[in-house]
């Protein structure tokens, strides 16, 4: 059964960069037809996809925050990692990470971890 663990430092300041690693147990990332994605959920909003990495490496942006998010992984661990720069208060939000299996839409969320930007 394939778990997905969200961590990071649940406050961060503004304008600093916020990071966040998901630890992934139960199957490897690198394993074909996975996606990672990294999901937000504003306080009183809807779910907004900010990115993924793909089994391969490669990566996908949402163009709304492309400018600001990295999205990386070390295999070796078995994580990946969330980097969104220059922080405001409207990034504050429940954090997701998440594993998609593209031919069959299966999906496995993580539990979520909250972030605060506040100074």
């Known amino acids: 059964q394939v778990q997905l663990q969200e961590s990071g430092p649940g406050l961060v300041k503004p304008s600093q960069t916020l990071s966040l690693t998901c630890t992934v147990s139960?199957?490897?990332?690198?394993?074909?037809?996975?996606?990672y994605s990294w999901i937000r959920q504003p306080p009183g909003k809807g779910l907004e996809w900010m990115g993924a990495?793909?089994?391969?490496?490669?990566?996908h942006y949402s163009p709304s925050l492309e400018s600001r998010t990295s999205i990386s992984r070390d295999t070796s661990k078995n994580q990946f990692t969330l980097q969104l720069s220059s922080v405001t208060p409207e990034d504050t939000g429940v954090y997701y990470c998440?594993?998609?299996?593209?031919?069959?839409?299966?999906?496995?969320w993580g539990q979520g971890t909250q972030v605060t930007v506040s100074s």
């Open positions: 139960g199957g490897s990332i690198t394993t074909y037809y996975y996606y």
């Open positions: 990495i793909r089994y391969s490496g490669s990566t």
């Open positions: 998440a594993r998609i299996n593209i031919l069959t839409m299966k999906d496995y």
